[in-house]
């Protein structure tokens, strides 16, 4: 609750995400009494289900990090295949912190890992290749996306597909312009979320632990 930006730039922000073109945000619109919103806003004669596509990306302070494309679910065995393959080549300074917390307690913050609560996550063999790589991961609150800075990356790269849908026929398609969206985002977008957590914390606090507008 009493980390600055500074602090929170420590942090490394993970996650996966099914990613499919939709126009995110909140719209609102007009009803009579007892009128049906179907009559207002019509559903799309054509799902864009078969569009999505699963990623597993992260983001630092440095801008975005690596982003791969899965299938399938994500289980422990899967995403300890995933830390291996890009967590530490992206985040160097990530591996053998824990032991540097400890044997240096005075010099302040070290990197850490954020990741939420999903069981892939937390299970077994994906903690034991964080633990055996002095990976550290810091302490997150279950349901909680809404302080999650990658969210709104997410967020908006579905919303720039939402734009081009049309263009998109297949899951691959989706693919290749996610990754081109994903490689053009500015580290100062990404630097802009980070200073906000303040604010989110301040706001989670008035809150009560309630969720919070971001």
Not at 162 to 183: G, N
Request: with cysteine.
């Amino acid at each position: 609750m009493e980390w600055n930006v500074e602090d929170w730039t420590m942090v490394v922000f993970s996650d996966e995400a099914d990613l499919l073109p939709t126009k995110c945000g909140k719209g609102y619109i007009r009803l009579r009494r007892n009128q049906n919103p179907l009559e207002v806003v019509t559903l799309e004669d054509k799902p864009t289900r078969n569009l999505t596509i699963k990623v597993w990306g992260s983001i630092s302070c440095y801008g975005v990090g690596p982003l791969m494309r899965y299938k399938g679910t994500m289980d422990m065995y899967k995403y300890r295949d995933t830390l291996q393959a890009h967590l530490l080549q992206a985040y160097p300074f990530l591996e053998g912190a824990t032991a540097m917390e400890i044997d240096y307690p005075d010099r302040g913050l070290f990197f850490k890992f954020q990741e939420d609560n999903s069981p892939a996550h937390k299970g077994q063999i994906a903690t034991s290749w964080k633990e055996e790589n002095g990976v550290p991961v810091l302490d997150w609150p279950a349901n909680s996306p809404d302080l999650s800075l990658i969210e709104n990356v997410w967020a908006y790269i579905e919303d720039r597909l939402s734009q081009i849908k049309s263009s998109l026929r297949t899951p691959d398609d989706t693919w290749a312009r996610t990754r081109e969206i994903w490689d053009g985002i500015d580290r100062n977008f990404i630097l802009n979320l980070y200073n906000t957590l303040p604010d989110r914390m301040r706001e989670l606090k008035r809150e009560k632990g309630g969720p919070i507008l971001y």
